[in-house]
């Protein structure tokens, strides 16, 4: 899994953490989750402010 796979993302984000308000995370909480994530895979250098926000978005309107 890529940064770009937004919302593979934000599912596997929901399944791992189903309890947490995605609005109440902070990015640099939400980017190491998503480093920690089994089949993400790539360069951590390459998350960006934007990136965070289209994950958190995804992951908000995942539990809609």
Same mark, same amino acid.
């Given at each position: 899994?890529?940064?770009?796979? @937004?919302?593979?993302?934000? @599912? *596997? %984000? %929901? *399944?791992?953490? /189903? $309890?947490? $308000? /995605?609005?109440?995370?902070? !990015? =640099?909480? %939400?980017?190491?989750? =998503? %480093?920690?994530? /089994?089949? !993400? $895979?790539?360069? /951590? +250098?390459?998350?960006? *402010? +934007? @990136?965070? *926000?289209? @994950? ?9």
């Amino acid at each position: 899994m890529q940064w770009t796979d @937004i919302n593979d993302i934000a @599912i *596997e %984000l %929901l *399944e791992a953490h /189903p $309890d947490v $308000d /995605p609005l109440a995370i902070n !990015f =640099v909480d %939400l980017r190491n989750w =998503v %480093l920690a994530l /089994p089949d !993400f $895979d790539d360069d /951590p +250098k390459h998350s960006g *402010e +934007k @990136i965070l *926000e289209a @994950i958190q978005a995804a992951w908000i309107e995942e539990l809609d």
